[in-house]
């Protein structure tokens, strides 16, 4: 089970790894807010997401004879991409299993990345998990969860480390933090971290609206699904429910989700481009969306909140600058 | 004049205030051009762009009474930003000369941060030199120059001893630091940091084709002016000239200067939107430019380069997107 002391010795591990991303703010998101808005901007971590945290704590806490052999993920996008940097690192095998139709932009750069890379067809037959079983098998692989797994949640926890440090050196102590929201990695490890480093920030996971399962799951005291299992255009960050680990310790440190619309997500991305300088993908917005546009459901005078990732394609950026504000 | 003491004075000063921004890379970057890329992203500084740290570093080194009476800049873009902010900061009246046909934008962004705006017909009869004479006599104001001021180059510098520190952390101690040059303000105070703190790196300035008086003035070892004093999309970086008091600092300290071309920048404008998750307007993209399309004009296993701010609007940006790479 992840904790304080998981977290730390991630964190050693990531040092010199893992970059320390800053803590960003601008005053003209300030005023849309009502109050100090801090950014998590994780779209600058390697590979455009959080999830190198999580890749790189999990290699790294295996023991050298299994990681040699190899890891194996399933993933369609920013998990892929972090597993396979740090498999790269350490110079081992990666096999990322793919969707067919995942965007072809995420297939290649996996596979730049060094990994390999199966794709399967998600709407035919074929079963991810025993094309996984039988690689796994065949090979030997470790297979490294996107949330569900202690040194993944340890990993992305590192990210609460920062966020505690760099809020206190900003004179902000007592605050929500608001997270981007798939399967509750990086929400329970910011939780755990800020539980022990700063107990006076809250976290809330974000989502958006159709997605909601973490929201749901928070308020109803129980995890509860998706309708729908995937879609739309947040897609970095939906997943079918909370995770059987991440749920409980979200239940126990987490305050009430929040939820946004894609509309306010891609007004979000476009407020990032033109007052903080970085891209977040519309997933990757939902939080800094949450933080602007809900100001009555936050209370205090500041807010933190995460940029859970960057990867988007220009069609999609295109559609966020077109928004007018 | 401006040396080490004065930057690291500086240094000291802008604690709190300036945001020290990461050293990014990506693979697929160091793939294009041939060796490893770090990405010095000021775009990520506070207002957008550099700026603000010379602004701070002048304005924190006025004594209190001269302070209170505020601080006069003539500036189209981002000194005025820089300068509006600190000035915001310490609670002193800013007052910005600005062309009436500057970006609304940036006139909005000004205003936004409290500075009083004065318009002035470009193209017409009135000299904006005679307009500010006016108002510092009338107001007691100090007049805070963009580049050729010995505590703006301080500012600047600053930038540069995070360089050092961030480039030795990568285990980089022999590269070429390519920076994108208008006045010579950062180019200038970079090569300073340097030359103390990291004496294998070598700062090469940057610029775009037609408007390289940097690289000529260099090369024929005096100053020499563009043909035009203004124009083209890089318009954040182009002076009619290297300033009085940055080029002896860059003819004793930097290497030959690069040019890129428009369309070049407007690519690594897309390829830092794609591969580091950062907005880079066009002449903030020059050095990046340089760093990955002329790998033949550069030396060694490393190249380190600035960009140097990120206020472009969407329409330009959208310009960069529909570049195919």
């Known amino acids: ?48 997401s959080f999830k190198y945290r999580g890749g790189r704590s999990a290699l790294s806490a295996l023991d050298e004879a299994t990681r040699a052999r190899g890891v194996i993920a399933f993933s369609s996008g920013n998990h892929a991409q972090g597993v396979a940097l740090a498999a790269r690192e350490f110079g081992v095998p990666a096999v990322i299993i793919m969707p067919a139709d995942a965007p072809r932009m995420k297939i290649d750069n996996t596979r730049a990345l060094g990994a390999e890379v199966v794709l399967y067809d998600r709407a035919g037959g074929e079963s991810r998990e025993a094309i996984g079983e039988k690689l796994t098998n065949e090979r030997g692989l470790t297979l490294i969860k996107p949330y569900d797994e202690p040194q993944v949640i340890a990993g992305q926890g590192t990210c609460g480390l920062e966020i505690a440090e760099q809020a206190r050196a900003q004179g902000v102590t007592r605050a929500d933090v608001l997270t981007c929201c798939g399967g509750g990695g990086l929400t329970a490890g910011i939780a755990l971290a800020l539980e022990a480093e700063a107990p006076g920030l809250r976290v809330r996971p974000c989502e958006p609206e159709g997605f909601d399962d973490t929201a749901r799951s928070l308020a109803e005291g129980r995890i509860v699904a998706n309708t729908q299992p995937s879609g739309g255009i947040c897609d970095a960050i939906v997943t079918p429910q909370p995770g059987q680990l991440t749920f409980p310790i979200m239940q126990r440190l ?20 033109e007052r903080l ?39 999609m950026f295109r559609r966020a600058l077109d928004i007018s504000l």
Chains 1, 2 share one sequence.
């Not at 807010?33 to 801090?38: C, E, F, I, Q, Y």
């Not at 987490?254 to 481009?273: H, I, Q, W, Y």
């Open 1 to 48: 089970m992840s904790d304080i002391t998981m977290i730390r010795a991630a964190a050693e591990r990531l040092k010199g790894h893992a970059r320390r991303t800053p803590l960003l703010s601008s005053p003209f998101l300030d005023d849309i807010a009502g109050r100090k808005v801090l950014v998590k901007p994780e779209c600058l971590q390697h590979t455009g």
């Open 254 to 273: 987490c305050g009430p989700g929040l939820t946004v619309s894609e509309d306010e997500a891609l007004r979000a991305m476009k407020l990032a481009f």
């Open 277 to 315: 300088k970085v891209v977040a993908e519309p997933g990757g917005a939902v939080a800094l969306a949450a933080a602007l546009f809900r100001p009555d459901e936050i209370a205090g005078d500041a807010v933190i909140c995460t940029i859970s990732g960057g990867n988007v394609d220009a069609a």
